[in-house]
């Protein structure tokens, strides 16, 4: 049975243009978007150079307006060079972002964020925080939990994220800035942003697929089951798909950081951190979320389509659809993605939920039968 739904959007994905075009480019990033039925996606700004002033984040638009097959909109970093210590500009940025994060690394300082929310709240603008407090890494590289302590694994604990998402939630309150918090991995963070939005914070938040999908007992000694933030426990997966449920959790986004093959050979310990998600996301959920009979389908679609949009105050999108064969299964087979990175934790599994055709503005723009 084939259906016809909204496309999907994704507010976070990494493209590495300009700066680490061995790992993705825009052309590559965006195919792999239509190839999973997403005809926008919001690109997150650690990149070479970083897009903290006008005139960095015109060379990232320059090569989106020639490159991008979806709509691609860049992020602005909060602080300039990503370093957590001055802020950007955000009166001069405004117009040219989507929102402003300084994704792959937290706002180590209080201070900082304090007043970054302040400048956004008066330019009325989106904080979008990675929220990660270095001082309770102690050199971690999975979740700190059973695994870790079986396997000899240095662990990062959950309070590294929900702490700082704490302390944000409580400036987010006193300023009135729009914060959303990005691919939230803790029970902690679903209550905090639970009771924070009873309370009228204006706060939104992600989560991604893997982390509504597996956790710590599906960890193997390979380099693909390594982000950031780490694949929790079971507990806090269920209490995420509930946040899923109850609206706590307002969108899912796919986290998509592509890394070089020999980046990610190098085990849990050494490879670096993220995974592939564009082109798996629909079915790994459809499958393992739909098919269970966990989440509404009109509940997943809401939280790909149009939940990112909403929270980012991006117009509708009538004409953007995406056809999918539900009841299709096939093989998620990484040596076939049209992303150059191909680390997933979803490689070989049976999947339902096929895209077999991609409508941007009323043009198809990737089809199953055919290549790119």
Avoid at 293 to 319: C, D, K, M, T, W
């Amino acid at each position: 049975m084939v259906v016809e739904l909204p496309a999907f959007a994704d507010i976070h994905v990494h493209f590495r243009e300009p700066g680490q075009t061995y790992k993705e480019t825009i052309l590559s990033g965006s195919r792999a978007a239509a190839k999973g039925g997403y005809t926008l996606v919001c690109a997150m700004p650690n990149l070479d150079p970083v897009p903290d002033s006008p005139e960095t984040l015109a060379l990232e638009q320059a090569i989106i307006d020639r490159d991008a097959l979806v709509t691609v909109l860049p992020y602005a970093t909060i602080t300039k060079g990503r370093k957590g210590r001055e802020l950007v500009d955000f009166e001069a940025l405004k117009g040219r972002c989507v929102a402003f994060s300084d994704d792959g690394s937290g706002v180590q300082e209080g201070d900082i964020m304090l007043r970054a929310m302040e400048a956004a709240a008066r330019s009325n603008v989106i904080l979008a925080a990675h929220c990660e407090d270095n001082t309770l890494l102690k050199g971690g590289y999975i979740h700190d939990g059973r695994y870790a302590r079986e396997h000899g694994h240095k662990g990062i604990c959950s309070e590294s994220e929900w702490g700082q998402i704490a302390r944000d939630l409580e400036l987010c309150g006193k300023t009135g800035c729009r914060y959303h918090v990005c691919h939230i991995s803790t029970k902690e963070s679903v209550s905090l942003i639970r009771d924070a939005k009873a309370r009228g914070v204006r706060v939104t938040c992600e989560t991604a697929p893997h982390y509504l999908t597996l956790c710590e007992d599906d960890l193997q000694e390979d380099g693909r089951f390594k982000m950031n933030p780490p694949l929790r426990s079971a507990e806090d997966r269920e209490a995420l798909i509930e946040g899923l449920l109850d609206g706590t959790i307002d969108a899912i986004a796919t986290d998509h950081a592509p890394h070089s093959a020999e980046e990610k050979s190098r085990g849990l310990e050494g490879s670096a951190m993220g995974i592939v998600g564009l082109e798996t996301a629909f079915p790994v959920l459809y499958t393992s979320l739909v098919r269970s009979g966990r989440v509404p389908l009109e509940r997943l679609v809401e939280a790909l389509s149009e939940a990112p949009r909403r929270i980012f105050r991006l117009p509708a999108a009538p004409a953007d659809k995406v056809r999918i064969e539900l009841d299709r299964p096939f093989v998620i087979d990484s040596t076939r993605f049209a992303s150059k990175g191909h680390a997933t934790p979803f490689d070989g599994m049976e999947v339902y939920g096929l895209v077999v055709e991609t409508i941007k503005n009323g043009k198809t723009i990737y089809r199953y039968d055919q290549a790119f």
